[in-house]
């Protein structure tokens, strides 16, 4: 019905966004002329938009938080497989507000930690879209 391809279109935004996200976040891995903290946080928000757009799938709906063990923990309300990804939600939770607060990372950020993030979030694209497609 309307409803469906309302949330088919909300589902295909989120994505899009997402992949939009992988993108810089690559291309700034690869010429690393940067920081490496804007790498942590937009691979932060890259797996933030995956996951919001399986609960979409899964509920119609997200809240609007930015915790990935938060975003997880509702998803398992859907699916108890989801626990698998808990390391990567642990990996990258940090950087959403860690990497604005100098203070919340006193050591910096290394190149080590960004393609960690990146890898964390690739790995949550990956189980997302087994999940949608």
């Not at 509920?59 to 509702?74: A, M, R």
Request: charged share 25%; proline share 3%; aromatic share 14%.
């Amino acid at each position: 019905m309307n409803d469906d391809k309302n949330k088919k279109i909300i589902i295909n935004e989120w994505l899009i966004n997402a992949q939009e996200d992988e993108g810089n976040a690559s291309v700034l891995l690869k010429h690393k002329d940067v920081s490496p903290s804007l790498v942590c946080f937009i691979s932060q928000q890259m797996a933030e938009k995956y996951l919001k757009s399986l609960l979409i799938f899964y509920s119609n709906d997200y809240p609007k938080i930015h915790d990935l063990v938060k975003l997880g923990n509702t998803i398992g309300f859907y699916d108890k497989n989801i626990t698998e990804l808990r390391e990567f939600f642990v990996v990258l939770n940090p950087y959403y507000i860690g990497t604005r607060y100098a203070a919340d990372f006193p050591e910096g950020f290394t190149w080590k930690m960004a393609e960690e993030a990146y890898t964390a979030a690739k790995k949550i694209k990956e189980y997302v879209l087994g999940k949608i497609k």
